[in-house]
């Protein structure tokens, strides 16, 4: 089994930053692309950032500019750098990795527990 464990959110003031972290333990062959969605009360969950194995990179257009998705391999872990935060960043921010537990079997879509984002204005 697989477990992702996000940390980093809280309460900011608008133009404000946080960093999100989100761990990966378990039974890991490999990762391939690792994401960062969010939802807000009322909202659907919507796709924030990805990034592959190789490091190559997508973002949402209303967060491009401000937000970049990172990640370490040796570590099982990717980030998100959330700079000029503004009101309607407000919302939970989970973490997606497409996860191989050896090379026998198919990558499973693992998802963590979310972390609370809020940005006062």
């Known amino acids: 089994q697989v477990q992702l464990v996000e940390s980093g959110g809280g309460l900011v003031q608008a133009g404000g930053s946080l960093r999100l972290s989100c761990a990966a333990s378990?039974?890991?062959?490999?990762?391939?692309?690792m994401r960062w969605y969010r939802q807000a009360p009322g909202n659907e969950r919507e796709l924030v950032a990805a990034?592959?194995?190789?490091?190559?990179?997508a973002a949402a257009d209303s967060v491009k500019g401000r937000f970049t998705i990172s990640r370490d391999n040796a570590k099982s872990t990717v980030y998100l750098q959330m700079n000029s935060l503004k009101p309607e960043d407000t919302a939970v921010y989970y973490c997606?990795?497409?996860?191989?537990?050896?090379?026998?079997?198919?990558?499973?879509?693992?998802w963590g527990q979310g972390t609370q984002v809020t940005v006062s204005s």
């Open positions: 997606n990795a497409d996860v191989q537990g050896n090379p026998y079997r198919a990558y499973v879509s693992y």
């Open positions: 378990g039974t890991i062959f490999s990762i391939n692309t």
């Open positions: 990034i592959t194995n190789d490091g190559s990179t």
